[in-house]
């Protein structure tokens, strides 16, 4: 009898359900809204779509448009008002800037970069970003990276695509790239090269470690946060990933500040250029909270470097196999540069004379907006507030801002805004940069929390780019699938298999 109760109870919700789903459709005025449902909100439409999330936002935020407002089930602190309106990003990172602080549900679901300077708030946010951008823009330590971009580009990046042109073999551009990013900013930061672009592709169990980071730190933005919370105390689903991600990170981090230290104090003086050397001068406080400072610090600065740059450079290459005649302009730009040819035949350029050619800076401008490494920003009001566009947000609301989905949007970029265009970035004579402002473009963040790195990472992109462009000729292999990564940061779920070869001269 119990049994067949319940049988009984089990068809009338799914009676109610179906009923309900079709009287609230048919009282829809657009299909592509998510459905409210009873006690879960619009919670099953975000978790139907979570494996292609940010097409879906770009759906909701032209159907909208550009602001939509989420709601998640009752008591779950998911109240998102998901944007993608320049006028209402302005207000935020900018002109009312002291009411959007990171926050303690930030700091909470990034938790495993500590009190860095992404986290970070308040006077401690200060104090951390006038140190970083003095030493950041040091001509020592300019120097130091455009010098050591040129090296690695040449010594390493170039020998191992050369091994694949080689052998005819496919290789996964992505992975080596953020190889790349990984070894440039590991010295640049630690003043360590770890040596993983080399043939035989050598596992690098910090790299790995970030990457199960990144991915477990999206999960947390769209699952609502007692959820996630209780997973992370249980140690169940994706949050299992953190606790390992966490230790390998902080083993390799303490590892490589212990022997920084000990370098110094066996020489007694450290010309070191990179970061770390700098931020360890720091050692006249107490030794706890000097190593909790620095780890915490070079892990952001990691992340910021690593994943970011070479984020942007797979999809840049992504977009070049698709748009030949982009191609063909930058290499008759790099034509009209000064280069060197290494002893066996590869040309590489200066970062000074490709720092100033104009189509390259727009493509990859371009090549940002339509993919930008971090496809998402949020943000909290401390205060109650008015948007520009007329919305009213609380405390305990969070304000989601999509730059996957604003790239994308006609009424920002005009009706040709999914087109790899680089010259919607340049004057009409065709000599120089237009501006752009970067509430528009939020690939370097807007306001008082803009990148520290954006010269840094541009160095770095057009000294790789260049290179490659110039010496191989990239083809995406038939049939392979790149699509987003369900992550914090904007990486290939399936990587991007190319097979390369050598360029002839003449062409």
């Not at 005025?29 to 099953?44: D, E, T």
């Not at 009706?415 to 690939?443: A, H």
Request: charged fraction near 25%; proline fraction near 6%; hydrophobic fraction near 40%.
């Amino acid at each position: 009898m119990s049994s067949f109760s319940f049988l009984e109870l089990l068809l009338s919700f799914v009676c109610f359900g179906f009923f309900y789903y079709y009287h609230a459709k048919s009282k829809q005025k657009n299909p592509v809204i998510p459905l409210q449902w009873p006690l879960v909100g619009m919670l099953p439409a975000l978790l139907a779509n979570c494996n292609h999330l940010h097409e879906w936002i770009t759906s909701l935020l032209t159907a909208s448009p550009l602001n939509f407002r989420f709601i998640g089930p009752p008591r779950s602190d998911m109240r998102l008002f998901v944007t993608s309106d320049p006028a209402n990003i302005r207000h935020v990172f900018n002109t009312n800037f002291s009411n959007y602080p990171k926050g303690r549900e930030f700091q909470e679901i990034f938790d495993v970069l500590g009190d860095g300077i992404f986290s970070a708030d308040g006077e401690s946010w200060r104090r951390q970003r006038t140190k970083a951008q003095l030493l950041m823009s040091s001509p020592r330590f300019r120097e130091f990276v455009s010098r050591y971009s040129r090296a690695k580009v040449e010594r390493a990046l170039l020998p191992l695509l050369a091994h694949f042109a080689g052998t005819g073999e496919a290789c996964n551009l992505q992975d080596v790239f953020l190889r790349l990013t990984f070894d440039t900013t590991t010295t640049l930061v630690f003043g360590v090269d770890p040596g993983s672009v080399a043939v035989g592709l050598p596992e690098v169990p910090f790299a790995r470690a970030m990457d199960d980071a990144m991915s477990v730190l999206l999960l947390r933005h769209i699952i609502p946060l007692s959820w996630w919370k209780l997973a992370r105390r249980l140690g169940i689903g994706y949050e299992r990933k953190m606790p390992v991600a966490w230790r390998t990170m902080d083993r390799f981090v303490a590892d490589t500040i212990a022997k920084r230290r000990a370098e110094k104090a066996k020489t007694g003086i450290d010309a070191s250029a990179d970061l770390l050397s700098s931020y360890i001068d720091d050692d006249d406080e107490d030794a706890g909270t000097v190593d909790a400072f620095l780890r915490d610090t070079t892990v952001n600065l990691m992340l910021a470097g690593r994943d970011t740059t070479g984020s942007a450079l797979s999809w840049f290459f992504y977009l070049l196999t698709k748009n030949p005649l982009v191609l063909r302009k930058l290499l008759q730009e790099l034509d009209s540069i000064k280069s060197s040819t290494t002893p066996d035949g590869m040309v590489v350029f200066d970062p000074d004379e490709v720092g100033r050619l104009v189509y390259l800076h727009a493509a990859l401008c371009d090549s940002l907006r339509l993919y930008p490494p971090v496809p998402m920003e949020h943000k909290g009001p401390v205060a109650a507030d008015v948007l520009p566009s007329g919305d009213e947000v609380l405390p305990g609301d969070k304000i989601v801002v999509s730059l996957y989905a604003m790239g994308r949007m006609e009424s920002v970029w005009g009706s040709d805004c999914s087109e790899f265009k680089p010259e919607r970035w340049i004057s009409d004579d065709g000599k120089k940069l237009r501006y752009v402002p970067s509430y528009k473009f939020m690939s370097f963040n807007s306001g008082p929390r803009t990148c520290l790195g954006k010269d840094m990472a541009f160095v770095q992109l057009k000294t790789a780019a260049a290179a490659v462009m110039k010496n191989f000729e990239v083809e995406a292999v038939p049939g392979h699938v790149v699509e987003p990564k369900l992550s914090i940061i904007l990486h290939m779920k399936n990587g991007f298999m190319v097979r390369v070869k050598r360029r002839q001269a003449d062409r």
